[in-house]
């Protein structure tokens, strides 16, 4: 009588156990971004400090660049798609609807003659977000590149992912 008992109640420990491990496997696939925060001010200012130094990007060197404006045309564009990633489960710069980022930008009626982008998912911070871009070689690029006049960026309604998009106007 003894040992069964024992072995009910190893057996609910285990299963205890393997529900503890479980909750901690979702936990850690669906983190908690409600406290991530986007500041407007915050992303062009260390964009723009960032342009101002000469850099490497990978093995690409990178003179100092003008600062960028900040074009809320192109902010809405890297709203949309930020909010597209959330809403649908996926990362990735092409949008659930097949979209570019020049598809995005002209249907805000942005007429362009450079245009690029930046994604990220996870960062909990504009500074974390644009430290992990200057660490990767083509974004970082991005930062850098002198074609570019303008910028918008955005973060999704969920706080997961972020996007910047930098962009020169067509002249007329």
Not at 32 to 59: H, I, P, W
Not at 140 to 147: A, K, L
Request: hydrophobic residues 40%.
């Amino acid at each position: 009588m003894f040992v069964t008992k024992m072995l009910v109640l190893m057996r609910k420990i285990r299963i205890l156990f393997f529900m503890i491990l479980a909750g901690m496997f979702v936990n850690a696939q669906n983190p908690d971004y409600s406290d991530v925060e986007f500041d407007q001010q915050e992303m062009q200012e260390l964009v723009n400090d960032a342009r101002l130094t000469k850099r490497r990007c990978g093995g690409k060197k990178h003179d100092a660049v003008a600062p960028l404006q900040w074009n809320n045309k192109l902010a809405q564009a890297a709203q949309k798609h930020a909010d597209d990633m959330a809403d649908n489960d996926f990362f990735d710069h092409t949008g659930s609807d097949k979209s570019t980022v020049v598809m995005r930008i002209e249907r805000e009626d942005y007429t362009w003659r450079a245009a690029g982008e930046n994604v990220a998912m996870g960062p909990r911070s504009v500074a974390q977000a644009l430290q992990g871009w200057l660490d990767s070689p083509g974004h970082c690029s991005n930062i850098m590149n002198g074609d570019f006049t303008e910028m918008g960026a955005a973060l999704s309604h969920n706080g997961q992912y972020w996007v910047q998009v930098f962009a020169a106007p067509r002249e007329k």
